[in-house]
């Protein structure tokens, strides 16, 4: 059995060694000149490869099409994702979060396991190799099959399983060029909008620059959008020159993508968005606090008595919002101007007017739709012997290594679908 894998990232190996374990013939083609461009950069190069919960956990953290993971997240965990690894001499430790990392901090072991076992495997791996077609033929039923695929100089490898597993749009600098959109669509696919996602977020406000540099742990982060719908998280934000990055922000741009272009194409002025600077404190706890910190320095200014409440370069910009004169002596705060400033530690406002693009985004929202693949095979619905795996679909989640652990559990359905077509 000869089967074709387009694409030498994390799918597309992770497809060619399950293949070639099985006894196929494997050829691996990829466009750049080494395998996992994309891989070793992940996790700022540390490679959060999966994350170590159960599957519940795996498909409350999937932000698209979730029960379409069904299958695949049964079948290949994040338990089995980890032995793999381990199997194959890569030490592997779990962080806070239940995140996954090679022991070594070094995505290259990732890469050079898997790229050291697809040689001994046997598999036929081609870099700097550029695909330009899928071949498909239309069978006596009517049905469309695939026949192979045609290289861009001309030569053509005959196939009896085609596994796209080119990636999204997310950092081009990798060689991302969603190639896989095209073949799907092509071959008669229906592409879902792409957008990019895992991305830092830009805001409206001239003082959110002004803490560029600043990190904020344990806040939340509130993101009205659509309809009655709610972004609402705990966790860590970094403030840029540009708006908000860091785990939260990445977060919330998976889940707003969606309305912040509709936003966008009306003409709007972009998504509010509120931060609890305390979540930890109720407002009557703030209060209980602030009446404490006043007591203590009633003669003080208000401008001496905040630095206790927030990091040095927040201060500023809370006494602008605050509306309180910061020369204003703590005693003579009335009750309402102490209500609004606690409204605005509980609730402190921006506006978030687009993402950082493609080139800074984490991975692509969007791509070949489900509709058209068989989730407990990953064949496609419309052509016989062609398979998706990884970002090439329509399938994302959250930071945390479920994005990896999508690319291993796709490639592996895809692998035993191909494998039983053959039986």
Same mark, same amino acid.
């Given at each position: 059995?000869?089967?074709?894998?387009?694409?030498?990232?994390?799918? !597309?190996?992770?497809?060619?060694?399950?293949?070639?374990?099985?006894?196929?013939?494997?050829?691996?083609? $990829?466009?750049?000149?080494?395998?996992?461009?994309?891989?070793?950069?992940?996790?700022?190069?540390?490679?959060?490869? #999966?994350?170590?919960?159960?599957?519940?956990?795996?498909?409350?953290?999937?932000?698209?099409?979730?029960?379409?993971?069904?299958?695949?997240?049964?079948?290949?965990?994040?338990?089995?994702?980890?032995?793999?690894?381990?199997?194959?001499?890569?030490?592997?430790?779990?962080?806070?979060?239940?995140?996954?990392?090679?022991?070594?901090?070094?995505?290259?072991?990732?890469?050079?396991?898997?790229? %050291?076992?697809?040689?001994?495997?046997?598999?036929?791996?081609?870099?700097?190799?550029?695909?330009?077609?899928?071949?498909?033929?239309?069978?006596?039923?009517?049905?469309?099959?695939?026949?192979?695929?045609?290289?861009?100089?001309?030569?053509?490898?005959?196939?009896?399983?085609?596994?796209?597993?080119?990636?999204?749009?997310? &950092?081009?600098?990798?060689?991302?060029?969603?190639?896989?959109?095209?073949?799907?669509?092509? #071959?008669?696919?229906?592409?879902?909008?792409?957008?990019?996602?895992?991305?830092?977020?830009?805001?409206?406000?001239?003082?959110?620059?002004?803490?560029?540099?600043?990190?904020?742990?344990?806040?939340?982060?509130?993101?009205? &959008? !659509?309809?009655?719908?709610?972004?609402?998280?705990?966790?860590?934000?970094?403030? #840029?020159?540009?708006?908000?990055?860091?785990?939260?922000?990445?977060?919330?741009?998976? &889940?707003?993508?969606?309305?912040?272009?509709?936003?966008? %194409?009306? !003409?709007?002025?972009?998504?509010?968005?509120?931060?609890?600077?305390?979540?930890?404190?109720?407002?009557?706890?703030?209060?209980?606090?602030?009446?404490?910190?006043?007591?203590?320095?009633?003669?003080?200014?208000?401008?001496?008595?905040?630095?206790?409440?927030?990091?040095?370069?927040?201060?500023?910009?809370?006494?602008?919002?605050? !509306?309180?004169?910061?020369?204003?002596?703590?005693?003579?705060?009335? %009750?309402?101007?102490?209500?609004?400033?606690?409204?605005?530690?509980?609730?402190?406002?921006? #506006?978030?007017?687009?993402?950082?693009?493609?080139?800074?985004?984490?991975?692509?929202?969007?791509?070949?739709?489900?509709?058209?693949?068989?989730?407990?095979?990953? $064949?496609?619905?419309?052509?016989?012997?062609?398979?998706?795996?990884?970002?090439?679909?329509?399938?994302?989640?959250?930071?945390?290594?479920?994005?990896?652990?999508?690319?291993?559990?796709?490639?592996?359905?895809?692998?035993?679908?191909?494998?039983?077509?053959?039986?």
């Amino acid at each position: 059995m000869k089967c074709v894998i387009i694409g030498g990232g994390a799918a !597309g190996m992770a497809a060619a060694l399950f293949l070639a374990e099985a006894g196929a013939e494997v050829f691996l083609l $990829e466009q750049n000149e080494k395998l996992g461009k994309k891989l070793f950069i992940t996790g700022k190069g540390r490679c959060n490869f #999966t994350n170590a919960c159960d599957v519940d956990g795996l498909l409350s953290h999937i932000v698209t099409n979730p029960r379409f993971l069904y299958s695949s997240f049964y079948g290949w965990d994040s338990n089995h994702t980890i032995d793999l690894f381990e199997k194959l001499g890569v030490k592997t430790k779990v962080e806070r979060g239940n995140r996954a990392f090679p022991a070594s901090d070094h995505s290259s072991d990732i890469i050079r396991a898997l790229e %050291k076992r697809l040689r001994e495997k046997g598999v036929s791996i081609s870099l700097r190799t550029k695909v330009s077609e899928i071949l498909a033929d239309t069978d006596t039923d009517g049905k469309k099959k695939i026949k192979g695929v045609l290289l861009s100089d001309g030569t053509g490898i005959p196939a009896d399983a085609v596994v796209v597993a080119t990636g999204g749009l997310s &950092y081009p600098s990798t060689g991302a060029t969603g190639d896989g959109y095209h073949f799907a669509e092509e #071959t008669g696919h229906r592409i879902d909008s792409c957008r990019p996602a895992l991305v830092p977020l830009v805001t409206q406000e001239d003082y959110i620059p002004k803490m560029q540099g600043l990190s904020l742990r344990n806040v939340t982060l509130r993101i009205p &959008y !659509g309809k009655k719908k709610e972004f609402k998280e705990f966790g860590e934000l970094l403030f #840029t020159h540009f708006g908000i990055s860091g785990p939260l922000a990445l977060s919330a741009s998976s &889940y707003i993508g969606s309305a912040l272009e509709e936003n966008q %194409k009306s !003409g709007g002025n972009g998504l509010s968005a509120f931060l609890d600077l305390k979540p930890a404190l109720t407002e009557k706890q703030l209060d209980d606090r602030l009446l404490r910190e006043f007591g203590e320095a009633k003669n003080k200014e208000f401008k001496n008595v905040i630095p206790g409440l927030f990091p040095a370069s927040l201060r500023p910009v809370m006494l602008e919002l605050s !509306g309180i004169p910061g020369e204003k002596p703590v005693r003579e705060i009335t %009750k309402e101007e102490r209500k609004n400033f606690i409204s605005l530690i509980k609730s402190f406002p921006f #506006t978030i007017t687009g993402t950082r693009g493609y080139k800074e985004a984490i991975i692509t929202q969007g791509g070949v739709s489900v509709k058209d693949v068989n989730p407990s095979t990953m $064949e496609s619905r419309r052509v016989g012997g062609l398979y998706f795996a990884g970002e090439v679909l329509d399938l994302d989640g959250v930071t945390g290594g479920y994005n990896l652990q999508i690319a291993w559990a796709t490639a592996h359905t895809a692998a035993e679908g191909i494998l039983k077509n053959q039986e």
